[in-house]
């Protein structure tokens, strides 16, 4: 699986941004796609999360409320919506792949491709 990710800018506090990762290489019906971040000298945190075959989302506490998580059949593409953001938020953001099961993944090691990330940053 590739995945390419894009949409990441530079916003205001309270604004918006949309990210979007494009999936190619094989069919993703029995994956479950999710959205990481990493600021400088943290570590990568789960975001936000979606089987691709039941449509089923996840949200770190952080983010619930605030960032919506979707999928394009159509298109092959994940998005995540992001409203109301915070300085806090600034990040790289990832998206990644993994073959999906009955136990949600919420860790980075647990998702086996990745796109090379795009950068929000949130200004005050």
């Known amino acids: 699986v590739q995945l390419q990710a894009s949409g990441g800018g530079l916003v205001q506090a309270g604004g918006s941004l949309r990210l979007s990762c494009a999936a190619s290489g094989r069919t993703l019906s029995s994956y479950r796609m999710g959205w990481f971040r990493q600021a400088p000298g943290k570590e990568r945190e789960f975001v936000a999360t979606i089987s691709w075959s039941s449509g089923r989302t996840y949200y770190a506490d952080s983010v619930k409320g605030r960032f919506t998580i979707s999928r394009d059949n159509a298109k092959n593409t994940v998005y995540l919506q992001t409203n109301s953001l915070k300085p806090e938020d600034t990040a790289v953001y990832y998206c990644?792949?993994?073959?999906?099961?009955?136990?949600?993944?919420?860790?980075?090691?647990?998702?086996?491709?990745w796109g090379q990330g795009t950068q929000v940053t949130v200004s005050s």
């Open positions: 990644a792949a993994a073959v999906d099961t009955i136990v949600v993944q919420l860790t980075p090691r647990e998702y086996n491709y």
